[in-house]
């Protein structure tokens, strides 16, 4: 039986990167790829094909998928936090209504197919809105359903896209002659800040982790747009291309909801300076906060409780702080920056 094709959107993004290697290392699947920018050569020689193209455009994820049978479909595309409320309608448009587009081509595809396409769809830490620091400190690690009421476009389109996914999974097309045709399989992820030793963010608001270390290794100074205590749950990058794949791979009979929250180490950016300045000394770290993009991290909860993520599909990441910087985070950028 020839490999499962996989389409990956946002391929040449932090996250996709990080798992087109994966991928590729794994050998598993057959992938086909879509960003607005071409793929670098190292990347194109993981793919089946490599498109550069926009999401927005239907007639392309239509000769897409009239190309290759997608069984998989990761839809890493997206505009982030603090790029969002510079053009919150850009933001809609990207976040939303590209993801009904891939939506839309998977489902089809899931019917062509007769069996459900696997939809990965990256959430994140900012579909909750926490209304106060001292509301923050006192929900602590919170579950899913708790505090869903994002103050960005980004968290309101990511929270928006997981109803969505879950609407196509379970009730599209209830009424019409469709309603037991295959539908697809939505599975979503809500992210912490990811922070990647191969690339720094752009246009997030939990940028601030890794733009330090990043900077520090490149001997930059770096002036942090939010304040030493600000605190959120942070991943390692290979942790996130785990739980991706992971999450993929699930068997679906043990899977009692559709978007699980998984977490890494929770820090607050004082703690991430301090843990910078150990390995790079001489940093020039310090704290200059933006009010608008503080009181947005101040929103964000102080962590996330994975426990269902980790009893449905026995998820556990393999870096907690002190390893994620001792093991991966320092010595991969070292080596990058030399
Ligand atoms: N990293 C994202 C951002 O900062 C949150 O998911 O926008």
Redesign the pocket.
Known sequence: MSKPVVLVTGANGEIGRSLLQRLHTDGRYRVVTVDLTPLPEKYRGFCLETYAGNIMDRYLLDQIAAHHEIEVVFHLAAL?????ERDPELAHQVNVEGTLHLLRMAQNQSGRLGRAVRFIF?????VYGLPSLEEKTKAGRVNEEDWNVPI?M??CN?LYCEHLGRYFTSYFRQLGALANAARLDFRSL?????ISAETA?T?????FGPEMLHAAAQKQPYRSFVGPNAKIPFMAMPDAVTSLVGLLEADKSRLTQTVYNISGFSVSAQEIAERVKKSFPGADISFEPDAVRSK?VDS?PEDIEDARARADWDWKPAYDFARAFDEYLVPTIRKRYG
Do not use: E, N
């Open positions: 982030l936090s603090t790029r969002g990256p959430s994140s830490i900012a960005t980004y968290g990511k809500r992210f912490p800040g990811l963010p246009g997030g608001t939990s940028d947005i964000w």
